[in-house]
């Protein structure tokens, strides 16, 4: 190799320590022994070490400790056999160890100098981690570890709150935040709430409340209902800065939205104090993050949803199985004063008319009381038919205004093409009614009560639960094979509600007013209303900003069902009526074979449906005879039976051996018991408990006169 003419005064040698120290590769010349002779530049910056440090150190310290003894082996191996490495010459992911125990992926290349006759080996060592492909491999890598332990925590976490402390942090640390933050919409949709956050602002501390107009940082992201990024706050135009972020230096943010089935429901933002932070791969781990964030608040707010159902429906079957026995012993009460009136030494007496009386009035309250716990346990019997919304809520604001504090003002606002609703219209008035009853004592020293009715283009997702749960039957569907329905609210610009009390507003006899002045049983009359009629019911209350109660209800079918023929009521019963009396509580039997006695019936009694069997069957049996008992016009028979037979088994199988016997069946629960097999098909009449003596003859009309 010829020798190349260099310019004067310039030797060989200083080319070389030139072309060593100028290399943009570190180069680290190791002797036999493992020690570092030379080291340029290029390697003291990749590695952390000021010039010099290198020099006469073991080449051991630049290896990470998991694999020093391992590295040792093979730098002995390869001294008995040196061979030339190229960059990328082998599999492994090689790692070098920085002066401050950090690590750094690198390639390494060897040129071993034995065959010129020299004990050294030359290292050429790179640094990869700045190339943008692997930049970003190792972003990306980062990005997803930090995922899977968001998603970990999300799993296995069963406290929202929990979740929702970790995630500022874990967005912070995996984009390099100066701050991360989490709000959510408050229930009005009119604020949001800071409820979580690290490197958190003093004049953003959780629980602060801020606007959600489109001119706050927050509120912008709610609009836009997408992600957001600020390159530069100096020069943002969209919606007004902070102060506050200013002044803490903070220069640019990226935010997206949280959403709850396609519903935002709040926002989660970095901001950082350098210009340009955030890009597309920033924004998409966001996004993710945000996604998950979403999905677990979702599950924590369906599970609630879920928890206090069915603590809700425990409670309704406990009640509903209360009133039951409560209206037996009301039959018996107000079958014995009814009595008890007609007796001539009542009559006759002047005072005992009056205790009578008044008694007859308080056991008509009760009854009252249990229609009303019939109705939170959804076993109360209505008639539902179509309403129009606009001209009850029109008639109830007019009876209001007379009635309430004058200081009250009562505002309508029904759409004009607010469709009717399915439902029972006297329950319905009672429900608004209840409503706008809480309304009033929310607001004593007066404010505003406003009535709303439209139809409801979409459901919200939080009634969205109850209305499947319900099972609609017999409403209007939408086009896209669902149900129509019209969204009822009341609001009031009271004292509103804390959490814990929304929480529990719909229980039955929870209550938060004074000894006396109320049951605790409006609310939860109106959630079992609603819940019958094949609809729901919200609440969306914060205190000190009033409350809104909203009520959806099923639309009736548009094609208008053809109307039953009025069937002639009888007012007097025929003298020697027959009727097979089947009750299983002796006392309310005894009662109703007093009513009928006094209707001038024949009476035949039994205390279960299979002793009614029996008499029927040896009837039917002794046809041949002559002289054999007629069978009954009528039977009249309690529903539950104790643990024998129903008394809607009872009449189906009566009615097929016997169909010229009339049916007529009694309940302390309600209609819901009818339509708990086949027969129910045969609609029954049903007479509630407790009835008169007047009731037991209309029912008893009716039935004959079909």
């Not at 006392?587 to 006695?597: G, I």
Request: charged residues 20%; aromatic residues 4%; glycine residues 8%.
């Amino acid at each position: 190799m010829s020798t190349p003419d260099w310019p004067a005064g310039i030797s060989e040698s200083a080319i070389f320590r030139a072309l060593f120290a100028a290399s943009p590769d570190g180069l680290v010349l190791v002797d036999d022994a493992g020690v570092i002779r030379l080291a340029n530049p290029t390697a003291e910056t990749l590695l952390g070490y000021s010039p010099d440090e290198l020099v006469g150190s073991s080449i051991e310290m630049l290896v990470p400790d998991s694999i020093r003894p391992r590295h040792a082996e093979y730098r002995e191996a390869y001294g008995k056999a040196p061979r030339s490495r190229p960059m990328g010459g082998t599999t492994m992911d090689l790692v070098a160890r920085r002066k401050d125990g950090s690590e750094t992926m690198v390639e390494i290349a060897l040129s071993p100098l034995q065959p010129l006759g020299l004990p050294y080996v030359m290292a050429s060592i790179r640094g990869v981690a700045e190339y943008p492909r692997v930049r970003q491999a190792l972003q990306r890598a980062r990005y997803s570890e930090h995922l899977a332990q968001l998603g970990r925590i999300a799993v296995d976490s069963l406290d929202p709150q929990e979740v929702l402390r970790q995630v500022p942090s874990l967005a912070a640390q995996a984009l390099e935040a100066d701050l991360a933050i989490v709000f959510l919409i408050e229930p009005g949709r009119t604020a949001l709430r800071v409820v979580g956050g690290v490197g958190l602002l003093d004049e953003e501390p959780v629980g602060m409340l801020v606007p959600t107009r489109p001119d706050t940082p927050q509120g912008f992201v709610l609009a836009q209902g997408g992600p957001v990024v600020v390159e530069d706050y100096a020069t943002e135009t969209r919606f007004a800065v902070p102060e506050s972020y200013r002044q803490a230096g903070l220069v640019s943010a990226l935010a997206v939205p949280l959403s709850d089935r396609g519903r935002p429901v709040g926002t989660l933002a970095v901001r950082s104090r350098q210009a340009r932070r955030f890009g597309d791969a920033e924004l998409r781990f966001l996004e993710s993050v945000a996604n998950l964030l979403g999905t677990c608040l979702q599950r924590a707010q369906t599970e609630e949803a879920l928890h206090h159902s069915q603590r809700l429906e425990t409670v309704g079957q406990l009640t509903g199985g209360i009133a039951h026995d409560f209206n037996n012993l009301l039959t018996v009460i107000q079958g014995n004063l009814q009595v008890l009136a007609d007796l001539p030494a009542v009559t006759e007496d002047g005072f005992a008319p009056q205790l009578v009386a008044a008694a007859t009035r308080a056991s008509r309250r009760g009854a009252e009381l249990t229609g009303k716990l019939l109705a939170f346990s959804r076993r109360q019997m209505l008639q539902p038919a179509s309403v129009d919304v606009g001209a009850m809520i029109r008639s109830l604001a007019d009876m209001l205004r007379r009635t309430l504090d004058q200081r009250i003002r009562i505002r309508i606002e029904v759409a004009a093409d607010c469709p009717d609703v399915l439902a029972d219209p006297a329950q319905l008035e009672s429900a608004l009614l209840n409503i706008a009853i809480n309304a009033r004592d929310a607001m004593p020293d007066g404010g505003t009560l406003v009535f709303e009715a439209a139809p409801l283009a979409a459901i919200p997702p939080e009634l969205l639960r109850e209305l499947e749960e319900g099972g609609p039957n017999d409403v209007e569907p939408m086009p896209s094979g669902g149900t129509r329905y019209v969204r009822i609210a009341i609001s009031d610009s009271g004292s509103g509600m804390p959490e814990e009390v929304k929480e529990r507003a719909f229980e039955p006899f929870f209550t938060t007013k004074q000894a006396g002045r109320g049951t605790g049983l409006g609310l939860s009359t109106v959630y079992g209303f609603a819940r019958q009629s094949s609809g729901a019911v919200g609440i969306d209350s914060t205190a000190g900003r009033g409350t809104t109660l909203t009520l959806v209800l099923p639309q009736p079918p548009r094609a208008p069902a053809v109307a039953e023929p009025v069937e002639p009521q009888a007012d007097v019963l025929t003298a020697g009526l027959r009727v097979l009396l089947v009750e299983d509580d002796a006392e309310v039997r005894a009662v109703a074979r007093r009513f009928l006695s006094d209707l001038r019936c024949v009476v035949v009694a039994c205390a279960s449906g299979e002793e009614a069997m029996r008499y029927l069957e040896d009837l039917a049996a002794g046809a041949d005879h002559a002289e054999r008992d007629p069978l009954p016009h009528l039977l009249l028979s309690d529903i539950a039976l104790g643990a024998g037979m129903r008394g809607t088994e009872l009449a189906s199988r009566v009615h097929g051996a016997w169909p010229e016997i009339a049916v007529l069946l009694m309940s302390g629960f309600s209609v819901e018991l009818l339509s708990s097999g086949p027969e129910a098909a045969l609609g029954w009449e049903l007479l509630p408990k407790p009835y008169t003596r007047a009731d037991l003859a209309a029912a008893i009309g009716r039935v004959l006169a079909r």
